[in-house]
Every structure is written in C-alpha cells, then in structure tokens.
C-alpha cells in the first residue's frame, strides 16, 4: 500500500513539476505550496488578465470586418436622419412639442394635428424621446404627439397620454 501512495506521490510531484515549468513560461510565479491544481489556476487567471496576449488571425479578421460593419452602419444612419429630415421639410410635419419655459402649455412645433395628444415624459422616457432639435426631453415634460405615436411611447412606458 505504501508502494501505491510513493507511485502517486510521484506522479503528482512530476505534475507539479510540469506544471510548475507551464507557469514559468506563462510569467506566473509559483508558491512553493502550491499544488499542480493551483498552479493551473494561476495560470488561466493569468490568460485572462494579460491584455498582450496575441489574438489569432481569426479573431483578427473578425474585428476588422466588424468594424468594417459598423462603419457602414454609422453612413447608413446619417443617410436615415438626413432623408427623415428632408421628408419632414418637405411635409411641414413637426418633429416633437416642445414646451415653452414661461408657460405650462404645450406648443406645436408644426401645423396642429387633429389626432394629436398631450404626453407626459416619463422617467423611463428621459432622455430617450427626440425633440427634433438635436436634444432629448426631460422626466415631466408635456408633449404634444400624433395619438398612435403616444400610444407606441405609452406601450414602452415612455411617455403617459394626459386625459
């Protein structure tokens, strides 16, 4: 039984000590305690946190195109707000109500709508509803919104249509 434990005792030793070798390579510093579990531990920890490490040529080509993506996606957005712009100049449609600072009233940015209600901003909604003009409402800013507009918004819990 003791011929066993010796077999194993040195078979966990060689272990250790290819391991040990492993973690030398890989830059980690061994304790002297350290068995070849915690020894392969710092090791992976140690992949993970080392930023240098080379990525593979998949990996590579991979970002290239996703960047590659995103640059088209951001061209393809600018077109969007460029046509939606155009389209609005075009209609005389209002982009969003804005609220004017002396009067608790809402005011058109357009023609008035026949379908069109009064919201209030929600604090889900902040920040997240474009007023047309480069910026966001606030939480508790009154709109004026085409009523299937506000019923989307209101679905979303953006906005709350005002009765």
Same mark, same amino acid.
């Given at each position: 039984? /003791? ?40 090791? /992976? ?17 991979? /970002? ?38 002396? /009067? ?60």
């Amino acid at each position: 039984m /003791s011929e066993e434990t010796n077999d194993e005792k040195d078979v966990m030793d060689e272990l250790r000590t290819e391991m040990a070798a492993k973690a030398k390579a890989a830059g980690v510093r061994v304790h002297h305690t350290w068995d070849a579990a915690r020894i392969e531990q710092a090791i /992976s920890e140690a992949a993970l946190q080392d930023p240098t490490e080379p990525a593979d040529e998949n990996q590579q080509a991979d /970002s290239e195109e996703v960047v590659a993506l995103k640059s088209e996606i951001a061209g393809l957005e600018a077109q969007v707000a460029g046509l939606l712009d155009e389209i609005r100049s075009l209609t005389g449609a209002p982009d969003q109500t804005v609220i004017d600072e002396a /009067s608790s009233e809402p005011l058109e940015a357009g023609p008035a709508q026949a379908d069109a209600v009064t919201c209030t901003v929600t604090k889900n909604g902040a920040g997240k509803i474009s007023n047309g003009a480069g910026g966001f409402f606030n939480w508790k800013d009154s709109i004026n919104l085409p009523l299937e507009t506000a019923g989307a918004l209101e679905d979303r819990a953006f906005v709350e249509i005002d009765e």
